[in-house]
């Protein structure tokens, strides 16, 4: 029963160099999403997808890519990772309006 | 932009003790979550209230939706230290995929 499952977990990177952080879940739903969480700052939206061939921008997107691979995998793309992406990265699904968001466990990223 | 404002930021309290969170905006919002982290892992969800002035009871926790459906509270009686972690609250707009989520409370209960 794994839900919302997130790759990698750790991740450190060089000023410059891009990544793609891969989630999947496996309970059907149509929107997933990605924030990141900083210190003091809650969690803040990056993009989302409200379903299957759709993406939009959250409140942070400036430095980030996403593509909805399909109705199960959502990945977002850093193509040059500055220090200031350092961040905890969570993906998260729902069924729909007002449901509850599932969340993974998040992926750690530090960019020297 | 809407913005949900937490207090206290940081609360420690001795295992027993009751104690209230505040979730606040100038926004209204058409449905408001609770969520608690733990170290290392993602939110879970507690709670969803979506009637204003809703109250809704989950052991020793008791939820409460505003009135005007702008703010939330969050009472926790008899703390335990099973209830330390970060709690943060999220506001939906209707009609969109989006949640906006509060700055956080953290907790830490001591034995």
């Known amino acids: 029963n794994a839900g919302v499952t997130q790759t990698p977990k750790f991740q450190v990177l060089k000023t410059g160099q891009s990544m793609t952080l891969q989630c999947a879940q496996d309970?059907?739903?149509?929107?997933m999403y990605w924030y990141r969480q900083d210190p003091g700052m809650g969690l803040r939206l990056i993009y989302y997808?409200?379903?299957?061939?759709?993406?939009d921008k959250g409140e942070v997107p400036n430095g980030y890519n996403v593509s909805r691979l399909n109705k199960r995998e959502f990945s977002l793309r850093l193509e040059s990772a500055a220090p200031s992406q350092t961040s905890v990265y969570f993906c998260?699904?729902?069924?729909?309006?007002?449901?509850?968001?599932?969340f993974g466990d998040g992926t750690r990223l530090s960019i020297l | 932009t809407q913005l949900l404002e937490q207090s206290p930021q940081f609360l420690s309290i001795q295992e027993g003790e009751n104690l209230t969170v505040y979730c606040n905006s100038s926004?209204?919002?058409?449905?408001l979550q609770w969520y608690r982290q733990e170290p290392g892992e993602g939110p879970v969800l507690l709670v969803t209230?979506?009637?204003?002035?809703e109250v809704k009871k989950l052991k020793r926790l008791t939820f409460q939706f505003g009135d005007a459906r702008k703010d939330s509270s969050l009472h926790i009686t008899a703390a335990q230290p099973g209830d330390t972690g970060l709690y943060l609250c999220?506001?939906?707009?209707?009609?969109?995929?989006?949640?906006?989520f509060g700055t956080g409370t953290r907790l830490k209960v001591l034995a």
């Open positions: 209230v979506v009637t204003g002035g």
């Open positions: 997808s409200a379903s299957e061939g759709t993406t």
């Open positions: 998260a699904s729902r069924d729909g309006i007002n449901q509850p968001q599932h």
């Open positions: 309970m059907n739903h149509n929107s």
């Open positions: 926004s209204v919002f058409s449905s």
């Open positions: 999220a506001g939906g707009t209707s009609g969109t995929y989006k949640y906006i």
